[in-house]
């Protein structure tokens, strides 16, 4: 089970930190990643990490986002940094079991149900 946190609402510039606490059954071999979706656009990958460390991000959030993990808290963060209106959408967090370091939303099998970003200008 995933459980997002750390949504709200901040100006443009601001920045934001949200959160992802896991739970259940996990295995050593994982990626983790963080999407995003407005009701105009499909759902999109953000930022993803794996198990050893590797990290991927889209080229709309690179230099601003910042993906991490906590194993031994479970929890994966994302710290949204220089935020843009653009950004405001409903942010998921989904893991897959595997080592595959990939934004495509189809080989996540576990998803949040969200946690909401609004920013404005």
């Known amino acids: 089970q995933l459980v997002e946190s750390g949504g709200g609402s901040v100006q443009a510039g601001g920045s934001l930190t949200l959160s992802c606490a896991a739970s259940?059954?996990?295995?050593?071999?994982?990626?983790m990643a963080w999407f995003r979706q407005t009701p105009e656009k499909e759902r999109e990958g953000v930022a993803s990490?794996?198990?050893?460390?590797?990290?991927m991000y889209a080229n709309s959030v690179k230099g601003r986002f910042t993906i991490s993990q906590d194993n031994a808290k479970n929890t994966l963060n994302l710290l949204m940094n220089n935020l843009k209106p653009e950004d405001t959408a409903m942010y998921y967090c989904?893991?897959?079991?595997?080592?595959?370091?990939?934004?495509?939303?189809?080989?996540?099998?576990?998803w949040g149900q969200g946690t909401q970003v609004n920013v404005s200008s």
């Open positions: 989904a893991t897959l079991v595997g080592h595959l370091l990939t934004l495509e939303r189809r080989p996540y099998r576990i």
């Open positions: 990490i794996c198990d050893d460390g590797k990290t």
């Open positions: 259940g059954t996990w295995y050593s071999n994982f990626c």
